[in-house]
């Protein structure tokens, strides 16, 4: 079989946009954070700068310009020219005081870079200006701290989303190669079947999850499937061997015929031997075509609500007699008692109880009593053909119901082994349940029915 692979996989396909989506997450989130990390950071120092240049600003509270250009000049040469700068220009725009030249001077806050401030580096400021008395006052704060706050940011989120893509694919990729290597189990299962390995069966995990649901209902499957083909194999070698003997008699029947031709004396005899055998034979073959027939289901397409007091009134007419002439009773146990209708065939429920008494009826010594039950019980119609006869030993009562299958001691009289294999395809048609018990002494057939 090609193997489908890894990556047209459903499997991989799934987990690679559960990654991609996991990413897509962490990119937004990560921006977002960013965002606000860079304004927090911004905003931080615009506060430094204008709360630096108050401080500076406030020793020219006396109107003493002395006073600040000395302050100017002392914070000028206490701070490093990296970190913060500061001028103070008079009113001509000539430099009084500081560590940096201004050429325009606008009140309030922008940002220059170093280079335009008559620096060295690559940094840029801050720069917040105001007017102190008739003169301007500019303190500046360097950039390259929050951006080298911000660039460790990026290189950890950088990093951070190389680990997660690794793993998300990484993961994904292991994950999807355990969900195909089970799929794929599947798919050698059924292969092995198709290739006609019956008793191939799913490993089950245990886990109890959706795959081991899916695979222990295909194993059930299979099961069902396999019991069938058993069946079925089993029918056939059954049938192959039950006709043997009819089929070895017909040919004694047969050769007898030809030795007494030859003889001169009459075959007359033999012939008709021959023919009520052929006619069995033939029988036995309608019988099993008939079960096949009615498991194939077809019928059902004829159901039509039945009343089964109705049906067992019709038995006892046909069979009353008949068990009479026998030595045999067949009674309504009882009486009638009143009994919902059921959906079924009228015509295939007649031949079920048939088959049942005329079993009473050859299975069972004279002077037995066959009693026939039908009533209501819960949300069931429940119907019984119950003997006092020998009955049916538990160990048995499975198999009576397989097809040509005869209990020892019945082999003498005459029957295929079918009636019960006829009842239980009916019984199965209707979706009632069919038990056999012990009614001490004898056999009770129950066949409970849905009711309509
Ligand atoms: N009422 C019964 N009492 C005792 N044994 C029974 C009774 N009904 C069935 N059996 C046993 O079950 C076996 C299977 O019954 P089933 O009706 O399938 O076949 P059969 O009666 O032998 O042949 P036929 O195909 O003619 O019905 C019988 O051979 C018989 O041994
Ligand atoms: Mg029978």
């Not at 919902?340 to 079993?359: C, H, K, T, V, Y």
Request: glycine share 8%; hydrophobic share 45%; with cysteine.
């Amino acid at each position: 079989m090609r193997r489908a692979s890894l990556f047209r996989s459903t499997p991989f396909r799934l987990a690679v946009a559960f990654g991609s989506l996991f990413v897509l997450a962490f990119l937004s989130t990560g921006f977002i954070a960013y965002q606000i990390m860079k304004a927090d950071l911004a905003a931080g120092l615009d506060s430094t700068a204008r709360e630096t240049w108050s401080v500076v600003a406030a020793t020219y509270g006396g109107g003493d310009l002395e006073d600040l250009v000395s302050a100017v000049e002392t914070y000028a040469r206490l701070t490093k020219p990296e970190d913060r700068i500061f001028v103070l220009q008079d009113r001509a725009g000539k430099t009084l005081a500081g560590n940096f030249t201004m050429t325009s001077m606008p009140a309030g806050i922008t940002t220059l870079p170093a280079g335009g401030l008559g620096l060295s580096g690559n940094a840029s400021y801050r720069i917040v200006s105001g007017k102190v008395g008739d003169n301007w006052l500019a303190v500046g704060v360097s950039l390259a701290e929050t951006d080298h706050l911000e660039k460790i940011a990026l290189t950890s989120f950088g990093w951070a989303l190389a680990i997660i893509l690794a793993i998300a694919f990484a993961g994904s990729a292991l994950l999807a190669s355990r969900v195909q290597r089970r799929l794929d189990r599947i798919a050698d299962t059924m292969v092995a079947v198709s290739n006609g390995r019956l008793d191939a069966r799913i490993p089950l995990l245990g886990s109890g999850d959706d795959i081991d649901a899916v695979s222990s209902q295909i194993n059930a499957a299979l099961e069902r499937l396999a019991a069938l083909v058993e069946g079925m194999k089993q029918v056939s070698t059954d049938i192959a061997h039950d006709l043997k003997t009819p089929l070895n008699r017909l040919k004694l029947t047969i050769e007898s015929a030809v030795d007494s031709n030859e003889r001169g004396a009459p075959v007359a005899d033999d012939l008709n031997e021959a023919r009520a055998e052929v006619d069995r034979i033939n029988e036995t073959f309608d019988a099993l075509l008939r079960i096949a027939q009615i498991e194939a289901g077809s019928r059902k397409a004829r159901f039509a609500p039945v009343d089964l007091n109705d049906v067992a009134a019709s038995i006892i007419e046909i069979y009353a007699d008949v068990a009479e002439d026998d030595g045999k009773s067949l009674v309504i146990a009882g009486g009638y008692h009143p009994a919902s209708p059921i959906s079924g065939d009228r015509e295939l429920l007649i031949q079920m109880f048939a088959n049942l008494i005329e079993n009473s009826i050859r299975h069972c010594g004279a002077g037995t009593r066959i009693d026939i039950k039908v009533e209501n019980r819960g949300d069931k119609v429940v119907t019984e053909v119950a003997d006092n006869g020998p009955g049916i030993p538990p160990a048995e009562r499975e198999r009576v119901f397989q097809r040509l299958y005869r209990i020892e001691k019945s082999r003498t009289t005459p029957g295929s082994g079918l009636g019960l294999s006829l009842v239980r395809a009916i019984a199965d048609l209707h979706g009632a349940e069919l038990s056999l018990e012990d009614n001490r002494p004898g056999l009770r057939v129950r066949i409970a029915f849905p009711a309509k």
